[in-house]
């Protein structure tokens, strides 16, 4: 009886356990199949990708440009692709190979050491197709090969300001839950970690990929005979293109001549003088894009750091405004900083303009000391209107977007002088001569530069021009934009700041008068060394200025940040990019001046 009891428990638990399985199968399989899980698991998709093998043709996210139009970090160009069921069956390896040239047995090697999808390489270089032989070679209907378009990710030669995107799904979900729930952005889609790809990236995001695909048994063996399919999003806007203010030769070019010089932390950063776009942003350390979080992704151009004598420019301006010196004023330039020893650069009596050229130390340090008995805030009211203590990349709402920013990055400048240090003349010396508390960015100093070679006109910096469909319609224009301040210096400050920055290369005992009097553009500027870390004795060098002197087009800031005592890296490289430049500007000249000499002959031709 007692056996009999549990025989019949034992049942019972059976089907009931029974019942659950089958009602749990039942909801998976007919409720359930695409949220289950507390992860929303979708398991058709899932079991979709398990027996699909798929080789993707371009991501669809969007890609940025220079502003004449070329990739800075991707290319986009035919290419052979090869699928691995090939080795599987004949196929006319010769007639394909005679179409590109080489040898048959360089594909068939390629083809039978793959276990996924190829892209053809030669010499471990994709081997690119001309529009005639990508015809060809889907002419003969071979299946398993294919020419077609492919994304190629290439160097990025603008890391720290393009930046870098990276898979994180609780962030889609976050940043574009609507999307994700109308099924037009998937969870799996890259999204913008850094710099303008996370700025700009709800207008980069991609809405589907596209890509050939075929299904594969449990063996990895293909089904329904070879066929692959081609499959893409029925979008004729996307992937967008953000078509930058770089200049890629320029920016490969400025790269270069840092790395050779031996810059190991600092950069470059170069604008358009007359529409303050940017044409050149390079950063050391270098970027490292599989460790975006390490030291090198630190964006040193838009990092606030110390400026040293640059910071003499301010005290310069609020002096002159001031009217607190005369041409013909002398100052004791064997003295030191602070006025209480003999300084271990014996310069002599200096005038104001000699005093900037030379860098003496003690004038800026009197004058500092006059102004702030004046004006406590007197130096940072100047700092602000040479746009130096507030943001100066371009930032604007876009759309329903608010605050959309081409340096998302971009720090603030501080001029801090507490009520402590009024009336202390050692704190403001190291103020006036841009040490203590000064903080300044090299994009804000360049900007500077910028205002004062432009007479005082204050604009943002822009690093793009507009962003377009892939049907080539403008979705977004960015607008020069004025740096929204109410104050600005006055056309007559900036005429002396310009007398007084060109002096620094002009004079004879200029500080950069050795390395540039001979450049091929007159060039104005200042010098700029700072001490820096606990015990001062980590070391930075600046160069701040502007070319050509009487007639602007490019302002360069150049700055290292470990700089050795009795090395001008920055000088040097500073020298190269100017030649470099001025060599760029004049081959332009000669192009265009061909096309126009070629334009008139054909006119004159058909007249």
């Known amino acids: 009886m007692i056996v009999h009891k549990r025989i019949v428990g034992m049942l019972v638990l059976f089907n009931v356990l029974l019942l659950v399985f089958i009602f749990r199968l039942a909801y998976v399989q007919l409720v359930g199949t695409h949220h289950i899980s507390k992860y929303d698991v979708d398991l058709v998709e899932e079991s979709i990708k398990q027996r699909t093998k798929k080789f993707i043709l371009h991501s669809g996210r969007g890609y940025f440009t220079d502003r004449h139009g070329e990739s800075l970090h991707m290319d986009y160009y035919p290419s052979l692709i090869l699928f691995p069921f090939l080795k599987e069956q004949q196929w006319p390896a010769t007639q394909l190979a005679n179409i590109l040239n080489i040898n048959p047995l360089t594909m068939i090697e390629a083809v039978e050491m793959a276990n996924e999808p190829i892209v053809f390489e030669v010499h471990g270089k994709r081997r690119k197709l001309t529009i005639e032989e990508m015809k060809k070679i889907n002419e003969l209907k071979i299946p398993g090969v294919y020419a077609h378009y492919v994304q190629e990710r290439v160097e990025n030669i603008a890391p720290h300001l393009i930046g870098v995107v990276g898979e994180n799904v609780e962030e889609v979900k976050r940043r574009y839950g609507t999307q994700v729930e109308n099924g037009t952005i998937s969870i799996h889609s890259e999204i913008g970690v850094s710099g303008m790809e996370r700025s700009f990236d709800p207008f980069l995001i991609s809405q589907g990929h596209s890509a050939l695909s075929y299904f594969v048994d449990n063996l990895n063996r293909p089904l329904f005979g070879f066929d692959v399919r081609y499959s893409a999003p029925a979008d004729p806007y996307h992937p967008t293109e953000v078509v930058t203010t770089i200049d890629k030769e320029i920016q490969t070019y400025v790269t270069n001549v840092l790395k050779e010089e031996g810059f190991t932390s600092g950069g470059a950063v170069i604008l358009d003088a007359k529409t303050n776009d940017l044409l050149s942003l390079v950063s050391f350390p270098t970027f490292n894009v599989h460790f975006p979080f390490d030291q090198g992704a630190k964006n040193q151009m838009v990092t606030a750091n110390t400026p040293g004598s640059i910071f003499k420019i301010v005290v310069a301006a609020a002096a002159i405004d001031l009217n607190l010196v005369t041409k013909f004023d002398l100052f ?134 507009k962003i377009k469909y892939e049907n080539g319609t403008t979705v977004v224009e960015f607008p020069s934009q004025s740096l929204e301040s109410d104050e600005q210096i006055s056309s007559y400050t900036a005429m002396r700041l310009q007398e007084l920055l060109r002096s620094v290369v002009k004079l004879e005992k200029g500080t950069a008068y050795s390395s540039l009097q001979k450049s091929p553009y007159s060039v104005a500027g200042k010098t700029g060394t700072a001490q820096k870390g606990l015990n001062n004795e980590e070391h ?53 001046s061909r096309e126009f000499h070629n334009y008139l002959n054909q006119a004159t031709d058909r007249t």
Request: aromatic share 10%; net charge negative.
């Open 332 to 465: 004791d330039c064997s003295k030191n900083m602070y006025g209480d020893k003999e300084d271990v650069r014996q310069l002599g009596k200096l005038t104001f303009q000699e005093s900037f050229s030379q860098s003496c130390n003690y004038t800026f340090t009197l004058l500092a000391n006059e102004l702030l008995k004046k004006d406590k805030d007197i130096l940072e009211t100047y700092a602000k209107k040479l746009g130096l203590v507030d943001k100066v990349g371009w930032i604007g709402d876009v759309y329903r977007l608010e605050d959309i920013a081409h340096f998302p990055e971009e720090e603030v400048g501080t001029i801090i002088i507490d009520d402590a240090d009024i009336g202390d003349s050692y704190a403001i010396a190291q103020t006036a001569i841009g040490q203590k508390n000064v903080r300044l960015t090299p994009l804000a100093v360049a900007n500077m530069l910028a205002t004062i070679a432009r007479g005082g006109e204050k604009k943002q910096v822009r690093s793009a021009s």
């Open 540 to 592: 930075s060098h600046w160069f701040a200025g502007y070319f050509p002197a009487n007639n602007p087009k490019y302002v360069m800031v150049i700055v290292d940040l470990d700089h050795q005592s009795g090395t001008i890296k920055t000088m040097k490289a500073y020298e190269k990019i100017v030649q470099f430049l001025f060599n760029y500007e004049n081959k332009n000249k000669t192009l265009h």
